[in-house]
């Protein structure tokens, strides 16, 4: 994976000419590196920097030595949408998209960023694509806005030609089926009952049209058994308003049976999808499946290794400038494979060695 380092070189400081002792890409450098070795704070970053002086100064200019926690506060606070689309500038260099990749985009929401005297919260919608494993972009719900306006966005930045877009119900809408069609991908689109009567539609499809395939697969782990059914209609008579789905061809069904081993409890439901991709029930089932690896791949791990929930970062743009950090930071650590070590591993010998921090960031 190549660095991102060269991607923020360019970047507009947003600072004051009398306020800027400390290089912009410096201070950016110091605060990537001190994530990736476990930083979750200001504080922490100058501590790292303090601690790692002599090591950072063989590749950093550091004109005025380390900056000071309020210099990262203030930095990360003013920096606007720059440092995110710098981001995926890198990203989508490096991704090496194949046709039929799952292209999961879910939002999570920044717990700690609420402010007790402001309703206004930070929530992200993300891009995850499973097979490169990586987080390809991010962008931020406006205050008074939500998904349904921030998912277009991030589309709109990212190339997701041939890659199979899975979005969860509050994206199931025609102009984002419209977007992803315009940008020659595929889309399934989980449906509840925001979308009218295209769900009951659904339903009575299956009820009362023939079935153009069927899937069944069974897999054990984690202390449960789970069978999953995938059933596919592509006869669309019974979808009134299918027209203004752009590139829709079939309507999905999966009906997932959970045995748990240690309570001996079965768990069962059904869930409905629309798609534009053929009615093949064994690619809609795997790509469905796929669909959790944005909550465990990526949400899962912010929350557990990075402790993203508890971030307290209020200030202007600083909660969605380190959350870009955190993403940067969780790219690198999964795609460094000289080590089979977890995330947690990687951040500890990253933090020991500055050899492999060095490796990491490809310095």
């Known amino acids: 994976m190549e660095s991102p380092l060269h991607y923020f070189s360019g970047m507009k400081d947003p600072r004051i000419n009398r306020t800027k002792a400390h290089l912009l890409e410096d201070i950016i450098v110091i605060a990537i590196l ?50 995110q689309d710098a981001f995926i500038q890198w990203t989508c260099s490096v991704a090496r998209l194949t046709d039929g990749e799952v292209i999961n985009i879910d939002g999570k929401t920044i717990c700690g960023s609420r402010d007790k005297n402001k ?6 919608v993300s891009a995850w ?51 992803i ?20 539609q659904t ?27 995938c059933t596919v209609v592509k006869d669309l008579s019974m979808i009134e308003q299918k027209q203004q789905w752009e590139g829709l061809k079939c309507l999905v069904k999966i009906e997932p049976e959970r045995y748990i081993k240690s309570s001996g409890k079965m768990e069962k439901e059904t869930r409905y999808y ?59 650590l999964k795609n460094e494979m000289s080590t089979k070590r977890g995330i947690k591993g990687k951040r500890l010998k990253a933090a020991w060695s500055n050899t492999y921090l060095g490796k990491i960031l490809k310095i």
């Not at 090591?55 to 203030?74: V, Y």
């Not at 939500?146 to 930045?157: D, F, S």
């Not at 508890?310 to 909660?319: D, E, F, Q, V």
């Open 181 to 200: 069609i315009s940008g020659e991908a595929d889309y399934i689109l989980a449906l509840k009952g925001n979308q009218g009567n295209l769900l009951e």
């Open 203 to 229: 339903e009575d499809s299956f009820r009362f049209l023939d079935v153009a395939s069927v899937h069944e697969e069974t897999d054990a782990g984690h202390g449960r058994v789970e069978r999953r059914v």
């Open 119 to 124: 309703k206004s919260i930070v929530h992200m």
């Open 34 to 83: 001190s994530v990736i070795c476990g930083a979750e704070t200001w504080n922490d970053m100058e501590d790292f920097g303090t601690e790692k002086e002599i090591w950072l100064r063989t590749f950093l200019k550091l004109p005025e030595g380390i900056p000071s926690h309020d210099t990262f506060n203030r930095v990360f606070s003013l920096l606007d949408p720059k440092l």
């Open 274 to 332: 629309i798609s534009s991709l053929p009615a093949d029930a064994v690619l809609l089932n795997k790509s469905i499946r796929l669909h959790w690896g944005v909550e465990n791949k990526l949400h899962w791990t912010l929350d557990v290794s990075f402790n993203e929930d508890n971030s307290r970062k209020r200030a202007g743009h600083a909660a969605q400038n380190f959350s870009v950090v955190n993403r940067i930071a969780l790219n690198l």
């Open 129 to 179: 694509a499973n097979v490169n494993n990586i987080v390809l972009g991010q962008v931020k719900v406006d205050d008074k806005s939500n998904e349904i306006t921030a998912i277009p966005e991030l589309l709109n930045l990212l190339v997701l030609k041939g890659c199979i877009v899975t979005i969860d119900a509050m994206g199931c809408q025609k102009e984002i089926a419209s977007s």
